[in-house]
């Protein structure tokens, strides 16, 4: 069975179609890659299927149930999350607070929970800027921050928007390493990023939007020769 | 699981125990060695302010919801309790908790329908809806006589076996401040100290982010503002109790509002310590300037002379000029320590220990 489904899922913001028709599904283990050009409708994806906005018209099923129309929050305790685009730290709390937080969605025991945060602190390397203030810390920093806050809430799908935007060569092969060893341990993952080298080595399969709608779906080495996905993202002339 | 060094607890932790234990115990001795009634009631004055601020803290320092309309809660307080005291004779140890309910009640409603509103359009709600129940309670003469007010006689005294207690002298009402100042202080305690407080510092910080996280917005927000309201409502029931008069001026205007929020931005915001801090500053404050005692000081140093024009001036207007220097000192306060006194000391404090730190490095 799909861990998350998408059927026929619309979000319209007046008469702008941010999502038209898309459709798609995940099977567990498994990293996808979410592609396009800018405002091709990839963060308004992740917002519907998280819970952000409900969606227009269409459905979203999460482990076979109906997820469309749930707050985050609830969405959260069902198992899946996300990060942002724009990293979101809590600034005036301290580097293992942040990552706390997360863990209290499963535990109302701080004890248990700073010892969660403790050990997704280590995974992403961050063990020790645990006193420092989230605020303080350099963009790199907060991505992997951004990521063990949501491991520590016990997820089995994880929506990563951009982790490796706005970071050098070394921090991205950092995090991408970071997300193959998520999917080791048996998460499922949706990956929406920009650099396509990284995309193509860590995705299973890459979902194609454009305009808000699915223009291709396949394995990574069927999107780098669709000539449909390089006319969108180059233009006519390079097919 | 290994524990990693920089996990270990901070700093000691029962040195704050022991002096909050012996800031209590010196409190608990003053009534014993000072009958001067005035510095009684400053010390009254003092623990009402406290409470105010420290209730506030919960909503507006820890979750960040700066309601600017506590007077709602205070107001209810002292009326629920004054009115089931004069009017149906129910003893206001009772009537208190009657007086909290009430304000947890309507705290839940009010919640639930401006907690959709963020940021500043929160501020504007909360501050109408603070003014409907003042305009509510002046008009609903029948009962709590408009802008009359409610004057109650003496509070009934308590008899516990063979003690009784009269609330004559201010000595009880001392205690019985002190008593709800420690509750209060230590309900902050356990809010920074639990799920609770994770959960609401999260939603101050990043809304969206902590509702992402699995944390649901709105109830949160309405506990913070409930366990807020009931103290709120305590510290309006103990002033009612304590002056035994409350009309909607003195109980249900913006000014009580102001009050608590101005307590916890000066002391420092979000802190257990800081709203006392405030409170501390700001009772003195307003004491010092009621009192003449800064125009009295100045004629005996001899800086200006009692028969002057500027001496009389002084006289006559300082002691009115208390708001006008309460709006000088957050606007300092907000200029050079935008995490209030606490905030700023704590700062110095790290800062002085860096630099002990680099000079051990390099003797």
Redesign the interface.
């Known amino acids: 069975m799909a861990i998350l489904e998408v059927r026929n899922v619309f979000k319209l913001f007046g008469g702008l179609a941010a999502n038209s028709d898309v459709s798609f599904s995940m099977e567990q283990g498994t990293i996808m890659g979410l592609i396009g050009p800018n405002g091709a409708g990839k963060t308004t994806l992740f917002n519907c299927i998280?819970g952000?906005y409900p969606p227009t018209k269409g459905e979203v099923l999460f482990k076979g149930e109906r997820i469309d129309g749930l707050?985050?929050?609830k969405v959260?305790?069902l198992g899946m999350?996300?990060t942002?685009q724009k990293v979101?730290?809590?600034?005036?709390?301290t580097v293992?607070?942040n990552v706390?937080?997360?863990a209290?969605?499963r535990t109302?025991s701080?004890r248990v929970?700073?010892?969660i945060a403790?050990?997704q602190l280590?995974i992403v390397k961050l063990?020790?800027k645990?006193?420092f203030l989230a605020g303080g810390l350099p963009i790199g920093e907060r991505k992997k921050l951004e990521v063990a806050?949501?491991l520590a809430?016990k997820p089995e799908l994880l929506l990563l928007d951009e982790v490796m935007g706005g970071l050098n060569p070394a921090e991205s092969d950092e995090i991408i390493q970071l997300i193959l060893d998520i999917k080791k341990r048996g998460l499922t993952q949706m990956v929406i990023e920009h650099d396509m080298k990284a995309i193509m080595r860590i995705s299973d399969r890459i979902v194609v939007l454009n305009s808000g709608e699915k223009l291709a779906e396949g394995l990574p080495q069927e999107i780098v020769n669709n000539p449909e996905v390089i006319t969108a993202y180059l233009g006519e002339a390079h097919v | 699981?290994r524990?990693?060094p920089?996990?270990a607890p901070?700093g000691s932790t029962w040195l704050p125990l022991v002096g909050a234990v012996a800031a209590v115990a010196v409190l608990a001795a003053v009534p014993a060695f000072v009958s001067n009634p005035y510095v009684l009631h400053i010390m009254i004055l003092l623990f009402l302010s406290v409470i105010m601020g420290s209730a506030w803290n919960v909503v507006g320092g820890y979750a960040g919801q700066y309601s600017v309309g506590h007077a709602a809660y205070y107001g209810i307080g002292a009326y629920v309790t004054l009115i089931f005291m004069t009017q149906y004779q129910i003893m206001p140890w009772w009537g208190s908790w009657v007086a909290m309910a009430a304000a947890l009640v309507v705290a839940l409603v009010v919640g639930s329908i401006t907690f959709r509103l963020r940021g500043p359009y929160f501020v504007l709600a909360s501050i109408a809806v603070a003014e409907v129940i003042r305009l509510t309670v002046l008009n609903w003469k029948s009962l709590t006589n408009g802008a009359e007010g409610i004057l109650s006689g003496p509070i009934p005294r308590i008899t516990i076996g063979e003690t009784t207690i009269r609330f004559i002298s201010k000595v009880p009402v001392y205690y019985v401040g002190l008593v709800m100042v420690v509750a209060t202080v230590l309900a902050n305690l356990a809010v920074q100290?639990?799920?609770l407080g994770?959960?609401f510092?999260?939603i101050?910080?990043?809304q969206?982010?902590?509702?992402?996280?699995?944390?649901?917005?709105t109830f949160h927000k309405n506990v913070a503002l409930g366990i807020s309201a009931v103290f709120t409502a305590l510290a309006g029931s103990y002033y009612a109790l304590y002056v035994r008069f409350i009309d909607p001026s003195t109980v249900l205007t913006i000014d009580i509002s102001v009050q608590a929020v101005l307590i916890c931005i000066i002391g420092g915001i979000g802190t257990v310590l800081g709203p006392v801090i405030g409170a501390v500053v700001l009772v003195a404050l307003s004491e010092t300037l009621r009192s003449n005692l800064i125009t009295d000081l100045l004629i005996s140093l001899g800086a200006v002379s009692a028969e002057s024009k500027v001496g009389a001036f002084l006289k006559e207007h300082l002691s009115h000029a208390h708001m006008l220097i309460y709006g000088i000192l957050v606007v300092v306060v907000i200029l050079f320590m935008p995490d209030g006194i606490l905030g700023w000391v704590r700062q110095a404090m790290r800062r002085r220990a860096q630099v002990a730190a680099a000079a051990g490095e390099k003797p």
Not at chain 1, 88 to 93: D, I, T
Not at chain 2, 208 to 217: E, Q, V
């Open positions: 998280t952000y707050a985050p929050d959260c305790k999350v996300r942002w979101r730290p809590l600034a005036k709390m293992l607070d706390m937080v997360g209290l969605a109302n701080l929970a700073r010892e403790a050990e280590e063990g020790q645990a006193r806050r949501v809430t | 699981m524990t990693s920089y996990l901070r100290h639990s799920k994770y959960y510092q999260a101050r910080e990043d969206d982010a902590a509702h992402s996280l699995g944390i649901n917005l």
